[in-house]
């Protein structure tokens, strides 16, 4: 019970932080709009794109979902490193409660506000002219649970091996513009050359992207089946691993 | 009387390495119940470390240690919820208001939802933040951040209450109203305050029993008036315009105990110093010395650190 608590309130505090900071959430909608409406405007007028309804702009909105979501569950992980730094982090492990709980309040508190911001994106989908039912809506939604509780548990992962944030463009360039370019956010993953395609199929975001595209436009490439287990099992293990890393190494953190 | 029961904290030559640096090196303290008790030592003497091992913050390399009669290593959680800490270093989230720091510290503490209220409202009562509660934490002063801070380690009525340099940076000002705090604190409520400091006032004023500690080491331990007492001895600070010459000749006299010299002062150890001072005067003059300023000082808890360690305890890092 106590334990509940206390992963309750961790996960309220994550709140209270996304909620106040407004920039933070401004930014994490127009990021995405600019994407969609430049970039997908531009290089859709730019080739023929012919396999979807609605051309490469629609093609790219579930990617450009699973970037947003991305983005915020790992930078929202990785933000541990400035609690820690702030001595923020001290006050909470020093808590009577279990690591274990601290991990899951952070990574369901991250996922929280990255689904957030994927449904805030989903009711904006005429902005591209995909059309959105109840069904695919709620659909997206469940899915972007697993993800985004995955993702923050990558971010969380990397926090427990990290003490500042200079690290921060090594996480840049090394995790998350990787994932997001592998993910096959941008383009088809099917025809690559085959360095590119095991590195395709190694990225957990790329199952994501590409179940969300199922679900919303109809076409994939991977079984939806398959990707949603490979989504909750990536889940699982790096909500698993994080917790297993406080744990450890409880002591550094502190 | 049970022994476990009148001391809250026993360590037993508690240890902490860093590779070939030993921080804290075997000590042993006795911590009495509901007393205000202060760790005093220089900067990098081993105060925090050894506080840090206290807290369950850091693991002993060797020796060991019980809080409220819990083991620091094998029942940390229980430790845990027996103490409350406020850390030399701010704590704070700056967009979380004071109320809701102490609410996320009663709900982390499992304080009981029926009184949690009450006693959140008590504690912003004691420190006092008035309508600044429901503001965000960076809005406020430095020292609203400290009573912010020490009121948070109170919301789960903890046994122990341990502070980590709990003036360290503040204003004259603030300081004394975080130490009337302090001392009201340890009057009302069943309470043990373990503090550590380099501010021998602070020390002096607040703490029932001190213990002095230099190098990862306890020098001495005992109440501030009888560590003073136990000295035996006045300074007396003299001011002269050939200081090496006086040091060299005033070590032969028989009544001076100890010289030390600091910068263009040179203290003098002696018992009953008020008779001391016209003798002293005439025998600087007859070495030909000049004395440009004499004065008389009854021990205080610095000259205490200077007479076990020989180094002064402000800046002798």
């Known amino acids: ?254 | 009387m049970n022994n476990s029961f009148d001391y809250i904290i026993e360590t037993n030559d508690i240890t902490k390495k860093y590779g070939d640096f030993t921080a804290v090196n075997s000590v042993n303290l006795k911590v009495p119940r509901n007393s205000v008790y202060g760790v005093l030592g220089p900067n990098g003497a081993g105060k925090t470390t050894l506080i840090s091992m206290l807290c369950t913050i850091l693991r002993p390399t060797s020796g060991g240690a019980t809080v409220n009669g819990y083991d620091v290593v094998k029942n940390a959680r229980e430790v845990r919820a027996s103490i409350g800490i406020v850390f030399q270093s701010r704590a704070l989230d700056d967009i979380l208001t004071g109320r809701e720091h102490l609410e996320m510290h009663a709900s982390l503490y499992a304080v009981p939802s029926n009184v949690r209220q009450k006693r959140i409202d008590e504690v912003l009562d004691l420190i006092a933040l008035g309508e600044k509660a429901d503001e965000y934490t960076k809005t406020y002063s430095g020292g609203m951040k400290r009573r912010l801070e020490i009121g948070r380690g109170l919301v789960h009525h903890p046994k122990v209450l341990f502070l980590d340099e709990p003036t360290l940076g503040l204003d004259p000002q603030t300081r004394e109203n975080i130490w009337e705090y302090i001392t009201k604190l340890n009057q009302e409520e069943d309470i043990t305050v373990l503090m550590t400091t380099h501010y021998m006032e602070e020390a002096d004023q607040l703490c029932d029993e001190v213990a002095i500690i230099n190098q990862g080491q306890i020098i001495k331990s005992d109440s501030p008036i009888n560590l003073k007492r136990e000295l035996k001895a006045d300074t007396i600070t003299v001011k002269v315009d050939k200081p090496e010459l006086f040091t060299e000749k005033v070590k032969t006299l028989d009544y001076v105990q100890k010289v030390f010299e600091d910068d263009s002062t040179i203290k003098l150890m002696v018992e009953r110093g008020e008779n001391l001072v016209p003798p002293l005067v005439n025998f600087a003059n007859q070495n030909g010395v000049m004395v440009e300023s004499i004065e008389l000082q009854h021990p205080n808890l610095e000259d205490v650190f200077i007479s076990y360690t020989g180094t002064k305890i402000t800046g002798g890092r």
């Open chain 1, 1 to 254: 019970m106590a334990e509940l608590e206390g992963i309750y309130t961790i996960w309220l505090r994550e709140m209270k932080r996304f909620v106040r900071y407004r920039s933070r959430i401004l930014t994490s909608v127009v990021t995405p709009l600019l994407w969609l409406v430049i970039f997908g405007t531009g290089l859709g007028s730019a080739i023929r794109f012919g396999n979807v309804a609605g051309g490469y702009q629609a093609f790219i909105y579930p990617g450009i979902i699973g970037q947003t979501i991305l983005f915020t569950a790992i930078f929202s992980g990785v933000s541990v490193i400035i609690d820690r730094q702030y001595g923020f982090l001290k006050e909470i492990l020093v808590a009577p409660i279990t690591r274990p709980s601290i991990v899951f309040g952070k990574a369901i508190g991250i996922g929280t506000a990255a689904v957030i911001q994927g449904v805030i994106l989903l009711v904006l989908s005429f902005v591209v002219g995909v059309q959105m039912t109840p069904l695919i809506f709620i659909a997206c939604t469940l899915l972007m649970i697993p993800i985004s509780v995955g993702l923050a548990g990558v971010g969380l992962l990397i926090a427990s091996f990290t003490d500042s944030m200079e690290g921060f463009n090594l996480i840049m360039s090394f995790v998350v513009l990787p994932m997001f370019l592998l993910s096959g956010a941008l383009f088809p993953v099917s025809g690559l050359p085959m360095f590119l395609q095991a590195a395709v199929y190694l990225d957990p975001l790329t199952y994501g992207v590409d179940a969300l595209r199922q679900i919303i436009l109809g076409t994939g490439v991977i079984p939806l089946q398959i990707s949603i287990t490979v989504i909750m099992v990536f889940a699982a293990v790096m909500v698993f691993l994080s917790a297993l890393m406080f744990t450890k190494k409880e002591q550094e953190l502190m």
